[in-house]
Structures are given as C-alpha cells and as structure tokens.
C-alpha cells in the first residue's frame, strides 16, 4: 500500500494527505460534539437532582422546626398552641406540593 502510494505525483500525495487531515478533523469534531451532548445530559441530571435536594433540605427544615415548637409547646403546656402548631404541622406535611416533591426524591433514589 506504501509503495502504490510513493509511485504517486506529488499533487496527488498532497490532495490524499489533506483529505486524511479534513477527515480526521471531521471525525474529532464529532467526537468533541457527542462529548458535549454527554455532559450537558450529564449536567441536567446533576442540576436537577440538585434541585430536588433543595426542596427535600427545606421540607426536613421545616419540620425539625415545627418540632422544636411542638417540643417548646408540649413542655409549656399549653394545649391550645399545641393543638394550633399540631394543625399547621399536619397542613405542611400533607401538602400537595411537598408530597409531590419528595416522592420525585423517592423515585429518583431508585434509579
């Protein structure tokens, strides 16, 4: 194969040689493009598990909150802030949206 190609004229070596070079460059081109594709999917997963976190981060917030105050109202004793602070626990906790979000979480987890 070598020597078929040392038997060429130059013009012809040189229109080969650059062809290979336009080829290769056509090929690592679109190697780099698939490469950007994996990371920007990549880059999306991350950033919506991320957010996920966030919503999860505020929902434990929110309850160790509420259980702080539930704790300060239980050693109080006082029945009808309880009962008060019990209902808002119970509204945060069975709310739609957070429901919905941390069971995202849950089945992102699985995956």
């Known amino acids: 194969m070598l020597s078929r190609i040392n038997k060429l004229k130059i013009a012809p070596r040189l229109i080969l040689c650059f062809a290979v070079i336009v080829l290769l460059m056509l090929v690592g081109n679109s190697l780099l493009v698939w490469?950007?594709?994996l990371?920007?999917?990549?880059s999306d997963r991350v950033s919506a598990l991320a957010r996920e976190l966030v919503v999860v981060s505020r929902f434990q917030t929110d309850v160790l909150s509420l259980d702080a105050?539930?704790?300060?109202?239980?050693?109080s004793e006082d029945i009808?802030?309880?009962?008060?602070e019990a209902g808002?626990?119970?509204?945060?906790i069975?709310?739609?949206?957070?429901?919905?979000?941390?069971?995202?979480c849950a089945d992102?987890?699985?995956v």
């Open 35 to 37: 490469q950007f594709y």
């Open 39 to 42: 990371v920007r999917h990549q």
């Open 69 to 75: 105050k539930l704790d300060s109202l239980a050693k």
């Open 80 to 84: 009808d802030g309880l009962k008060r």
């Open 88 to 92: 808002r626990l119970r509204s945060v």
């Open 94 to 104: 069975r709310s739609p949206y957070r429901h919905r979000s941390c069971q995202r």
């Open 108 to 110: 992102s987890s699985t």
